[in-house]
């Protein structure tokens, strides 16, 4: 399996905190992105990157804020949490070439209580 | 901009076959993909369609009508471990990023 890891795999916090999801690959990949999972709402792209600080804005960023300062690690910040960020945030890679190769991480399930 | 739609959930039974339908509009087309995505876990690929016409891969398959903006996955000889969500999506107009529609959850009884 490819090497992707989200840590961490569970968290509660609380409204107005900042929070930070870490994406972790070992497979050198160019793109990762980053997808949140709501019922009725399938999977929606929050951010990705397209390189070392390369990154640009999906569908639902704001509230969101990313950084890539090197190839492995991508990460997720919600600078203010509030109650409709609650979620499962996933993590997904894919090769240069790869359309096949998107693979996802384990996902990370977050509470803003 | 994009749109993509399936049924939101479909039921079936052991041994039976299923087709799930995912029409599209996009405004460029670069590949549709099919994931299945079991309860509390990550999605995982399933098939790709960039040229019409049908992908056999053992018990699914996939087809794809580029005129039409259609697609649909094809389970064949379902089995109660097919009982998952299915996610059609579609490259973004640049190619860089996967837009997903909002899945179909089938159950598959005995």
């Known amino acids: 399996d490819a090497g992707i890891t989200q840590s961490p795999r569970h968290k509660v916090t609380e409204t107005g905190t900042p929070v930070t999801l870490r994406c972790h690959q070992t497979?050198?990949?160019?793109?990762m992105y980053w997808y949140r999972q709501d019922p009725g709402h399938g999977l929606r792209l929050i951010h990705y990157?397209?390189?070392?600080?390369?990154?640009d804005k999906g569908e639902v960023s704001d509230g969101y804020s990313v950084s890539r300062s090197k190839t492995e690690d991508f990460l997720l910040t919600l600078e203010s949490a509030t109650s409709s960020q609650t979620s499962v945030y996933f993590c997904a890679i894919r090769g240069d070439r790869d359309y096949y190769g998107y693979t996802f991480g384990s996902g990370t399930r977050l509470t803003v209580v | 901009g994009q749109n993509i739609d399936q049924p939101t959930e479909m039921t079936a039974t052991e041994g039976a076959i299923v087709q799930i339908n995912c029409t599209y509009q996009t405004s460029g087309f670069n590949g549709l993909f099919w994931y299945q995505q079991h309860a509390g876990e990550a999605p995982t690929f399933l098939s790709y369609?960039?040229?019409?016409g049908l992908e056999e891969k053992g018990r699914f398959s996939s087809f794809l009508s580029r005129s039409k903006g259609y697609s649909y996955l094809l389970l064949k000889e379902l089995q109660m471990k097919d009982s998952a969500s299915y996610l059609c999506?579609?490259?973004?107009?640049?190619?860089?990023?996967?837009?997903f529609g909002k899945g179909t959850t089938l159950s598959v009884s005995s």
């Open positions: 369609n960039v040229l019409d």
């Open positions: 497979e050198n990949h160019r793109y």
């Open positions: 990157s397209y390189g070392v600080k390369d990154t």
């Open positions: 999506a579609a490259l973004n107009q640049a190619g860089t990023a996967l837009i």
